[in-house]
């Protein structure tokens, strides 16, 4: 239900992703007299014998508290969802809705594993080399160095699970290179990092770091992660924006924009925010993945594939076998 | 003698600005017999009866830690350029070089205005609706409400006296825009901001909400202000190297990208960091622009213009009587 469109996007792309895996099974949790009509007036061409419909009486709204969701919207489609997971019944939960009260449901219902103190919310952004992670995106204002060493790791499991990549390599943002730089969090969770021989922490990484994908893993705390993910995509779409009125206006410009849409089209793809929806709880024992509340039903159905992969290669179980490494070493 | 290129960029810079502003005076201080072959070599047409050169055996390199430049680098030429802005030999001071370096020299030459605890970086940034000004971009980290209220009315003087803007809006850097979002520092800096009736203070902005230009001075503590920039820096370098890119692989895109080319210079100058060099130290008793290390001579012309500007509208009068009103407030 959550989302600014709600089951008008996720119907459809469930449908969507529904016909591209036929192994899968799903579990729409909604108002169900509207969930039905919607999904018998999409559904024309698809088989919905795998899709079930759960009722849910109540929907969390954007503005509702997470502390206010947690207590009194125990009955709503949000609930419901997590719930499932809990219990065994859905392997994974994915939600537009809101955040806050996601993650309120997530951690009180899922938990998150010992040694994990909150979860840290992931994503991956686009890099000169491909894609790199940053993590925490907002979960966590505060954070303390441990913090920023449990992001560290799960970022590196994220980045070696779901990209093959034997031994990611961890940056921590900060305002400068040097060892002198940062504040105190930062410059101890560096000398933690250096101590857990498991993990290829490479020192410090500075904002533009991020986009030439320098490392695979890009740590801070959430405000900063919250801060640098939105001013990126606040100057992709200044940038985007600037390129289609110039191609907009005057006669010329218009030709040579008939002319250059194309191959504009194909540079919008390579950052194209909807390929980068799906962001992770991680540090939770089960798989929550939130997509934006803004997203049409082709981005919508890249936060259920990033759910299928979670789900696929066990990214909670491997963020609880790293964790013992960890623990190991530090009882050494 | 700073930047990465030194006098082979500040002194054809200078020439520039001279030829074009025939009221104004220059001082070059540095390494003389460097500077004299290069001002000769490379002043052919200009008259350089305006252009002094003031020696100085040493320079403040990248590497110098600010309180080891500031304790045995009292001959260098920045020292010596700063302590000309505080005699009054100098009604501005200019470099490219070590900006903790030159944060320090001025914090202790010049000094910071009764009720401003330390200094601010702020700079331009382009928006949709022209630009805003950013601060702080690095000069302190860890930042109390009472500082964010110190910026945003500095930011606001510099919108006012630059921009003929006669209530710029004002608007704390924030991961949400509603009251209970951020930290302690920035939910109290918005109650003592909306107690200040002289400044336009609007609310909260998000990290996307830089480039639409809600508002006129976006505010937030040094480390977030730093990465915000840099992300910026880095995610408009990500996309114009990906639209060379298209343009520049097969017949067809390199064909399209010759037409294309002059239109996307045009859209290139529009966020073009060149035109956007010049960071002011507000909250001195002085003039001090800090240059890009790696401006080259076009883009150091505009620091020497942001200086020029600073003088003319005597922006560091003005953060002084503007601070008045906020002393004369409190005492209500």
Not at 134 to 163: E, T
Not at 279 to 308: M, N, P
Request: overall charge neutral; charged content about 20%; hydrophobic content about 40%.
């Amino acid at each position: 239900m959550g989302g600014d469109l709600g089951p008008r996007v996720t119907i459809p792309a469930t449908l969507e992703v529904a016909a591209q895996s036929p192994q899968l099974e799903f579990i729409l949790v909604g108002d169900k007299s509207q969930l039905t009509s919607l999904l018998h007036s999409q559904s024309e061409n698809t088989d919905v014998s795998r899709i079930k419909l759960v009722h849910a009486p109540v929907a969390v709204t954007m503005g509702d508290k997470p502390s206010h969701a947690l207590r009194y919207k125990r009955d709503s489609s949000m609930w419901i969802a997590v719930e499932m997971v809990r219990s065994g019944a859905a392997d994974a939960c994915v939600s537009g809705g809101n955040t806050g009260a996601l993650m309120a449901m997530g951690r009180h219902l899922l938990k998150t594993f010992p040694g994990i103190d909150r979860p840290a919310i992931c994503k991956p952004v686009p890099t000169e080399r491909g894609h790199s992670y940053l993590l925490d995106l907002g979960a966590n204002i505060n954070c303390q160095a441990q913090q920023l060493v449990q992001f560290s790791m799960m970022g590196a499991v994220l980045a070696a699970s779901v990209d093959q990549n034997p031994n990611p390599s961890i940056g921590l943002l900060n305002i400068g290179e040097e060892n002198t730089k940062g504040n105190d969090q930062i410059q101890l969770a560096a000398h933690l990092l250096s101590q857990w021989p498991q993990l290829n922490y490479t020192g410090y990484v500075e904002g533009d770091g991020i986009y030439s994908g320098i490392v695979d893993v890009v740590v801070c705390d959430g405000f900063v992660g919250n801060v640098a993910l939105k001013v990126s995509e606040g100057v992709a779409r200044f940038l985007t924006d600037r390129v289609e009125d110039i191609f907009n206006v005057g006669l010329y410009g218009r030709l040579v924009g008939r002319i250059a849409r194309p191959l504009l089209r194909k540079w919008h793809t390579q950052f194209d925010p909807a390929r980068y929806n799906g962001a992770s709880f991680l540090g939770l024992r089960g798989t929550l993945i939130k997509s934006h509340g803004g997203a049409d039903q082709r981005s919508f159905t890249y936060a259920l594939r990033t759910a299928i992969e979670h789900v696929d290669k066990q990214i909670a179980t491997c963020i609880h076998d790293q964790l013992a490494t960890y623990q190991g070493c530090r009882r050494n």
